[in-house]
């Protein structure tokens, strides 16, 4: 009877368990089918998680858009550079006697402080908090960023165990102190992101900020790419191109004028502004003092051209004339009293430059070029009246801002409350306005009449597409006077500069009529009441036109408190400046000076000006003792005997000692570009569609791609350039170490005490 009883108890254990595990199993499958058809565990894609294990993903850096000028020259962009690494994980070496890490954190920071400019107080400190943390490496702080490969060299001389470099890229401004105020600078912040911060490059930092794309792919847990990796690829965006209507060439010639005349006369401060007035085109502009934006020793961060408006002097008087001049008051042969003028009788007279003696009673046309301030006064006050005279100034754009596509551009102070005011306004005095209004304005004077809004920015370029995004056109803002008001304001401005009585006989340029109006302006007294008092305390300045009958440039310089000689004039600095950048520019311009013909048989013979031919299908060597008959230096790309390509084209104006690039027929050959400067290096890369890495300034003491080889389309062409002062010893440097690196390869092989060399 017990046994049965035991049966039953066992069967229905087994009918539990058979339950159990049949529940279990509907659940299993349950689940597998579910997730099955959702794809989904506990909410998540399961899908989405293993993409996630198994996929990588690499960057591909996209490039800062580059500044150009009006010709196609880079004047910004993005170059190559050097981060400082300090390896400091022991495992590294596996050679005590050639440590890979660093050993000594305190020497190290000691010998590296003086070359990364930091102290060594900070550099131990970053050493030493990533030896406690266990770090692989760590950078050594802003001074480690952005390093030249001469400080590169420097620090890799003193053999440091552990210290490496990255490849890194900065801003570079390849012409140094050129247009600083109108460019601004770029540079990395605290995320290594390059960022404008000052002109144009944060003004336009949004369209100049690149994008990286990325690369992604399937990879084992061992981080190996699959064979069917299912790469997907994100292209970057480069930032936006922009072109700028600024001249490298008149830039150029602005820049060393300045820098003269800061050296000889020392003054407070210098502007200079180039415009095209027939388009508003600012085609060049500079201030001292300026910056290097590469090194940003920055002392002074306004442009004043811009940013500053005040008191501009005698110049102002050629706005007056053309008011009373259209409004039909102004007769040039007409007699008044010079010396002094009374605007009422409770009021100081107005007096003339000359200690208020004046010349006598002369003709209007004689007072302007004399630059008689009770000349323009009468005009003012009597012949046109003050309320007709300000409606004339609104009409030429002192009222208001100009608009220019530069930051921080400053409103006028009108000052009118009092009739004496208004009528010193006139010639200059109380009032205060920017130099960019007077350049507006003077485009009408020098345009028949219409006047041309500046701008600076030429085009924006998509950086990955090259289409044009945004273009500046030549706008007229307005038409305050007629042609004909226009070219008799041109004839008796130009008498200011070729008559015996006229104030700018120091501005005549051999060649080329000039016209124009010189101008000294009293400073206010920032410490008081007043102006200030003595020799050469004074804002100089002159705005010519040229050629006078139909300019094609208007030049505006202004010189602020030089010191000048108890000899010495105003004009002095002036002179020193306007008269080289406005016949230099000219010429740059393609616009011939007035000579005879056996000046122009001269002119010919000695011109540093070369029209280039059309040498394709030429040989060589003809080809070679041409170009050298005129002073050019050939460059023979390849190896055959005629020619199928030349760099600058046919047509071209090239200047004395510029290089000419001759591609033969056949296969491309690599010159030897040693001792090369940056700018022919970048116009040999334009010309034969080759990349170019290009670390720092200077001139080439290395290239990656040896004389001799061939040089295909769209290889990658790496050059290491030096200053002037140091190539001569850089280049032998180079030679040296290629031959101890032979030397080392013939007699020992492969050596462990190689340089790190950078990584992309």
């Given amino acids: 009877m017990k046994m049965p009883k035991k049966n039953n108890n066992i069967s229905t254990g087994a009918a539990i368990l058979i339950v159990i595990f049949a529940l279990l199993f509907f659940v299993l499958t349950g689940r597998f089918f579910y997730i099955q058809a959702t794809g989904k565990a506990e909410g998540q894609a399961l899908a989405e998680i293993a993409q996630k294990k198994y996929t990588r993903e690499t960057t591909i850096e996209g490039q800062r858009g580059t500044i150009y000028d009006r010709n196609g020259e880079a004047i910004a962009h993005d170059t190559g550079a050097y981060t400082v690494v300090a390896i400091l994980d022991p495992d590294q070496t596996k050679d005590k006697d050639k440590p890979k890490h660093v050993v000594d ?49 420097k620090i890799e001389k003193l053999n440091l165990p552990g210290i490496t470099f990255l490849r890194d890229a900065k801003r570079f401004y390849p012409n140094g102190v050129f247009a600083s105020h109108i460019l601004g600078y770029a540079q990395k912040n605290d995320e290594g992101k390059i960022v404008g911060k000052m002109g144009i490059e944060q003004v336009y930092d949004k369209q100049l900020t690149e994008e990286d794309g990325k690369v992604l792919y399937q990879a084992g847990q061992n981080g190996i790419k699959l064979p069917d990796p299912k790469e997907s690829i994100v292209p970057p965006k480069n930032g936006d191109n922009i072109y700028l209507t600024l001249d490298e060439k008149i830039q150029t010639f602005v820049e060393d004028a300045l820098t ?8 407070d401060n210098i502007m200079a502004v180039v415009a095209n007035p027939k388009t508003g085109e600012i085609l060049a502009m500079s201030t001292r003092p300026t910056f290097n934006p590469n090194v940003r020793d920055i002392t002074n961060y306004r442009n004043p051209i811009i940013e500053d408006s005040f008191e501009l002097g005698s110049t102002m008087k050629i706005f007056t004339l053309a008011a009373a001049i259209e409004e039909g008051v102004y007769n040039g042969e007409d007699i008044y009293q010079s010396g002094a003028y009374k605007v009422s009788e409770k009021d100081a007279p107005i007096r003339d430059h000359n200690g208020g003696n004046g010349w006598g009673p002369i003709t209007f046309n004689e007072g302007i070029r004399r630059s008689s301030n009770v000349a323009i006064a009468i005009l003012a006050n009597e012949k046109l009246g003050t309320e007709t005279l300000f409606n004339y100034l609104k009409d030429f754009g002192f009222m208001k801002k100009t608009g220019i596509d530069l930051p921080g551009e400053a409103s006028s102070k009108l000052i009118s409350k009092y009739p004496r005011d208004r009528v010193t306004t006139a010639f200059g005095q109380g009032s205060a306005f920017t130099p960019i209004q007077q350049i507006q304005a003077a485009t009408a004077i020098a345009n028949d009449g219409k006047m041309m809004k500046p701008y600076v920015i030429e085009k924006v370029v998509d950086g990955t597409t090259n289409k044009v995004k945004k273009e500046t056109k030549p706008e007229v803002v307005g038409k305050p006077i007629s042609k004909e008001t226009a070219d008799e304001v041109l004839d008796i401005l130009e008498s200011v500069v070729s008559e ?32 200030l008092r003595g020799y050469g305390k004074n804002l100089f300045s002159f705005i010519g036109f040229a050629p006078a009958k139909d300019p094609e440039l208007v030049v505006y310089v202004a010189v602020q408190n030089p010191k000048l000689t108890p000899q010495e004039s105003g004009s002095a600095p002036i002179s020193m400046i306007f008269n080289p950048v406005m016949k230099n520019s000219l010429q740059a311009l393609g616009v011939k000076p007035k000579e005879t013909d056996e000046e122009k048989q001269k002119q010919k013979s000695t011109s540093s000006e070369i029209k280039l031919d059309n040498y394709e299908g030429k040989s060589i060597s003809d080809v070679t003792k041409e170009l050298e008959a005129k002073g050019l230096k050939p460059v023979i790309v390849g190896e055959a005997k005629s020619i199928n390509d030349q760099f600058p084209k046919a047509d071209h104006t090239v200047i004395s000692g510029e290089k000419v690039f001759l591609q033969t027929t056949g296969t491309p050959t690599m010159p030897n570009i040693i001792g090369w400067s940056h700018r022919d290096v970048i116009r040999f890369t334009e010309f034969m569609n080759v990349k170019v890495s290009a670390l720092d300034s200077g001139f080439v003491v290395t290239q990656s791609i040896k004389p001799g080889k061939a040089v295909k389309e769209g290889s990658y062409l790496v050059v290491e350039l030096e200053p002037p002062e140091s190539l001569s010893e850089a280049v032998e440097a180079k030679e040296k170490l290629k031959e101890e690196e032979v030397q080392s390869e013939e007699g020992q092989g492969d050596s462990d005490e190689k340089p790190a060399e950078p990584t992309d």
């Fill in 260 to 267: 003269n005349a800061q050296k000889e006369y020392d003054p």
């Fill in 105 to 153: 954190t305190e020497k190290t920071a000691k010998e590296l402080a003086p070359l990364l400019n930091m102290k060594e107080e900070e550099l131990q400190s970053l050493l030493d908090k990533g030896v406690k943390k266990g770090s692989f490496q760590v950078e050594l702080g802003p001074g480690g960023r952005d390093i030249n490969n001469t400080t590169k060299q």
């Fill in 500 to 531: 015996d009585d006229g104030t700018g006989k120091a501005y005549a340029i051999e060649g080329y009529d000039v016209a124009g109006k010189t101008g000294t302006a009293q400073i206010p007294n920032p410490n008081g009441g007043g102006y």
